[in-house]
């Protein structure tokens, strides 16, 4: 099966980041490696030691993937992107809405829209641009 996943990439803050996410999407963190634990090969520079190398986030319906820059390449900061979420339950997006935008920046907050019952979009605490679905619309109303 072919499937599609985001990559996201922090500067120093991706444990912190994904257990953040499992704990307010209540997924399971399957994977937290730094560059330190990879075998073989140069080590890392001291500064990235501790740093994630590969985090791998599962959800019944979608995993995420992320990790540090590695040694020497400059952190950008996520540009061009944004995570989508749809939820069936309007009460469960504004929980997760709500969650991800303490600490973060609000672009739009949870309304109605012509597509879903709710909608909104907040850059949460890690700089993450999130755009949150509640339940769909049926079309055509």
Known sequence: MTQLNAYLSFD???AEAMKFYAE??????EALITYGQVPGGEPP???HADRIMHAYLVHEGFAL?????PPGIPYKGIQGVMLA????EN??????FAALAEGGQVQMPMGETFWAEQFGMVTDRYGVPWGINGAPKPMGQ
């Open 12 to 14: 120093g803050k991706c």
């Open 24 to 29: 307010v999407l209540g997924a399971k963190l």
């Open 45 to 47: 520079p001291a500064s």
């Open 65 to 69: 993937m992320a990790g540090d820059t």
């Open 85 to 88: 979420l749809s939820f069936n």
């Open 91 to 96: 009460a469960e997006a504004q929980r997760v």
